[in-house]
């Protein structure tokens, strides 16, 4: 049962559909204090856990460490950070007592979960004005699922959407898309979607087409869905200011960027230089924005993502000015350690810092409020405007969108992928534990960029991340630029490239019906082992396998130099490898197996009495056989 709890006046974040009558405050469950700060305390038992928060970094079993709710535009996703761009307040607290928590609040939100203190949950905010929900439940699946009733129904992308995608930040000429598209089919790796990054805009301006390098750049999308590739440009939050470029014009004559405290349009550096950040919670400008993707719309585009929306501000002129006054206090003096590092502070504290966020403001329908009190809504409502627009003009189902930041309540108009992370190994596994808990928070269609975005990646890497990318949605390879090329061709043989793609395609019409399941009754598409056997100790603790849909657990190989893995079996299995059109089948019983997978081999493990469908492998979705499946068992 979901009870809800108002506190004060709280910003409505469109977060929760359901309309639930708040009880009174005296009766939250949990220990509530509103004092400088609102804090909410519970004790954990010994065995407790923590599922949840989304996008974060960490275990999937969240005890031990605090963290941070505060969209953030960071790139390393090391174990000592608190946040990344997403802000995905829904707990599930599992022990003797299961309960669910989600804080609607659009600021900031420290969860200490047994990091000061083993024992204890401290979660902290600042404005005594937010939504509370506490979820009781029978299980942590059912939980769950109560929550995603209340948060309405996830988005779902065409069809298209679930084949390969090759994404890289430097791809610029027509040249480099046509390389991409042939390198594929000459070496027999399926593909459908190519991503344009940054470099296909003029001078990094939303909505342009760079006329140099796309002379027809409508004829150039139309030849490339001959060749079934969708072109999937990137949209940045940040609009840059220039007479003469309509956007900017358009935005500045209705009011509709950002203000600063006197009222002037709020000034930030993001790509282009000085930007003006439209203020996607006022709907009208809201709507403005999402209309403007009609530019690309009309030239064939049906595919976006969008960028730098926490927003990701490299600096502000006041921010600069702050720097260079530190600086200037130093040229030519000797700089002792303390004033070495105050000004080393000083210059790198100008992007994304929080006197940025406190200074500008937004025109919220009529309510001027300052961004810091709203920020983890920003790139939310950025994706959102484009959603709204896109399921008014061509219905649903019909674009693919998906965001950098987010929160929740935009699962149901788009999809996230987890950002700039690193082509190590430990990102492998980092990926496969956020896959459950943001299927937790409503968004299903997600993924991380496969085989890493920052650094370089190896061949024997970039196969054991696809062979986990099989399974997730998303299934995207992106780097970035100057970093060493990933593309499946790009190793040599592409055979074990083709052996693990192929397998994608031939698992696409029972991944494509078990997302559709999940979205349409609330379920998750992968699940922590401790959510399937509860009564398990061991299948509770399993932090690098997760179960698939109703009928299958994954376990990935993440190591470097492996060749092969332990698994755990919660109950007897089918061990399959697919590979290819090979498929190779053992029974294996309950309990621990080291079990041999080569690189160009995806291990999966299906439950007793279950089967799932296998298609033909094709070389794209558009050629993909959906009918007269065989059963894989
Ligand atoms: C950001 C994005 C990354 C993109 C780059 C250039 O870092 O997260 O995916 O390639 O910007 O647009």
Redesign the pocket.
Known sequence: MVKKFRLGNPFNTDAVVEKIEPCGIDAFPLELSVGENVTIEFNLEKDDMVFGLGEAVRGINKRGWIYESWCTDE?NHTEDKRALYGAHNFIVVSGKTKFGLFVDYPSKIEWDLGYSSPEKCVIKFENPDADLYYIDGESELDIVKQFRKIIGKSYIPPFWAFGYQQ?C?GYSKQEDFVNVRESHRENNLPLDCIYM??DYMEHFKDFTVNRELFPDFKAFVSEMKAHNIHLIP?I?AGVKKEKGYSVYDEGHENGYFCTDKDGNEFECGV?PGIVGLPDFLNSDARRWFGSKYKVLTDMGIDGFWN??NEPALFYSKQGLNKAFDKLDKIRGKEVDIWGFFESKNAVLGIQNSMDDYKSFYHNADGKRVCHKDVHNIYGSFMTRAAGEYFEEEFGKENKLIFS?ASYIGAHRTSGIWF??NFSWWEHILLNLKMLPSVNMCGFLYSGA?LGG?NNNASRDLMLRWLALGVFTPLMRN?R??GTRAQEAYQFGDCKDFADVLAVRYRLIPYLYSTFRNASENDEMIFKPLAFEYPDDKIAREVEDQLMLGSECMIAPVYEQNKTARNVYLPEDMTFVKLSGENVYKEELKKGWHYLNIELNEVPLFVKKGKNIPLAKPALNTAELERENLENLL
């Open positions: 790139t994404s930040w990054d940054i990137i940045d790509w960028d730098m950098r950002g700039d960029d975005f992106h970035a630029l």
